[in-house]
């Protein structure tokens, strides 16, 4: 498998995936083809050898047929965090089934899909509920398929402890929802070496895999460690449930993208971590790298306002 598409390659796990799949490849030839509606959003990909950055809407049928009948395998990386029910199916559940039709059209067997650790169809949030329909129509198409399911994802420009070192150097005071909301963080990169090695270990079709890195957090844990290594940690005030919902309503209502919504609070009523009963992130050879050997260096960073921007905005997510 040479041509690889990667739908969401130019958002933060995408670019990370983007550059293991041209190690990956070497000098032995493939294309690696990366569709985004924002082709400018993606200029920082256009330096890896071997990768085309096409302007493309991975939400329409034909383009989308179009993109997978040149392609070997597919990567989908593409999700959404904050919207509506209709939004989340559109992105989660819909697309799935636009891809499978298309793999079908094209004889494309190998899908490798991305999903969240605490799917479930009975989930308190559209975010999980909407992922456990993606990943039930790919694992029931009858194609290739491999599901990963990572924790929350942490790396020089992610959304989450960046998003906390942020705001605690603006803000005197943290009010936090959810602040007992366990998280068992991992790091981009090991999610990128896992998404890569599945395409060529076939033992791991039809399988889910948990991904998640060495130690669990509580989310107070995480949002006072990310203060302390971005030099700016501040007093936190757990907000009760009805407190942290009203909260993400306020947010909700600022323009932009929220940086925080009550899907997102619903969604942490599920503990992010692994349960233990499926296989992890060893058995697709990568040993998983621990928070604190990573993030202290680039939370030291926290300031540069560029890259705040680029986060914040959303920059590159298809």
Partial sequence: MKNILVLGGTGFVGRAVCERL???????????????????QGQGLRSLPTLDLVQANVHD????????AQSDAVINLVA???????AFARVHVDLPQRLVRACAAAGVRRIVHVSALGVGADGPSNYLRS?????????????????????????????FLNLFARLQALAPVIPLAGSDARFQPVWVEDVASAVVNCLDRPETIGKVFECAGPTTYTLSELVRLAGRWSGHERPQIPLPAFAGRL???LMELLPGEPLM?????????VPNVASGRLPGLAELGVQASALEAVAPGYLGQAFNRGRFDRWRTGAGRE
Avoid: C, W, Y
Wanted: glycine share 14%; hydrophobic share 40%; charged share 25%.
């Fill in 22 to 40: 041209v190690e990956r490849n070497g000098g032995a030839g493939g294309r690696i083809i990366v569709p985004t509606r924002r082709i400018q």
């Fill in 131 to 159: 992922k456990a329909g993606g990943e039930a129509v790919l694992l029931g198409s009858g194609l290739d398929v491999t599901v990963l399911r990572p924790s929350v994802i942490f790396g020089t420009e992610d959304r």
């Fill in 247 to 249: 909260q993400a309503m």
């Fill in 261 to 269: 919504s009550r899907d997102n609070v619903d969604s942490m009523r």
């Fill in 61 to 68: 049928e034909t383009g989308l047929a179009r993109l997978v």
């Fill in 80 to 86: 959404i965090l904050h919207g509506s029910a209709a």
